[in-house]
């Protein structure tokens, strides 16, 4: 199983700052099969990015998805007070699994 | 509009069984796969079942595997999950994702709202 470590756990910044999350794969993800959900409480996960770099229809373009193999990154230019989310990285390139999520604080 | 609908979750004890139900609208299963995924309480995000948008091929994380049953009707526009033997640690909000990607190869672009599994006696 392909186990997915984001970090940090916690990341306190404000409006207007970038954003940078970290999601590390304990092997190679296949053809780069990651997504990134966004959650906020209560609140069912929303789809950002997948295929690790395309964004999801509706997203809006300061969210960026980058990396291969088994380091990824979500990048938010520029945080805006609805981004203070819970970000969770998936793969799907081996079965499916998920990080244990980063909470993007203000 | 295009949505998916959970419903089932309740209070149930070990050992016991449940059936969930996801209604699905605005697109046709014929064309995508179905997923759940749970959530434990405070927790994160963990796979449970996928079904294909044939509805031939299934698929099960181990911690399920023998216990759940993932189906579908295409006519009604559902998609179901039934449980068996019902430990503690199922305990969780269950979400109906809409499968998108490549065959067996699938991300999550829509979710329900989810509904919530308690296992307790």
């Known amino acids: 199983e392909i186990v997915l470590t984001q970090s940090p756990g916690t990341l306190s910044l404000s409006p207007g700052d970038r954003a940078t999350l970290s999601c590390r794969a304990s092997q190679t993800v296949r053809s780069n099969y990651l997504a990134w959900y966004q959650q906020k409480p209560g609140r069912s996960p929303r789809l950002l990015i997948f295929d690790a770099s395309s964004r999801a229809t509706g997203i809006p373009d300061r969210f960026s998805g980058s990396g291969s193999g088994t380091d990824f990154t979500l990048t938010i230019s520029r945080l805006e007070r609805e981004d203070f989310a819970v970000y969770y990285c998936?793969?799907?390139?081996?079965?499916?699994?998920f990080g244990q999520g980063t909470n993007l604080e203000i | 509009e295009v949505q998916l609908v959970e419903s089932g979750g309740e209070l149930v004890q070990p050992g016991g069984s449940l059936r969930l139900s996801c209604a699905a609208s605005?697109?046709?299963?014929?064309?995508?796969?179905m997923s759940w995924v749970r959530q434990a309480p405070g927790k994160g995000l963990e796979w449970v079942s996928v079904?294909?948008?044939?509805?031939?091929?299934?698929y099960y994380a181990d911690s399920v595997k023998g216990r759940f049953i993932i189906s579908r009707d295409t006519s009604k526009k559902m998609v179901y999950l039934q449980m068996t033997s019902l430990r503690a640690e199922d305990t969780a909000i269950y979400y109906c994702?809409?499968?998108?990607?490549?065959?067996?190869?699938?991300?999550?672009?829509?979710w329900g709202r989810g509904t919530l599994v308690t296992v307790s006696s």
């Open positions: 079904i294909s948008a044939g509805g031939i091929s299934t």
């Open positions: 994702a809409r499968t998108n990607g490549y065959y067996f190869h699938w991300y999550f672009d829509l």
């Open positions: 998936q793969q799907y390139g081996s079965s499916y699994t």
């Open positions: 605005g697109f046709s299963l014929n064309d995508n796969g």
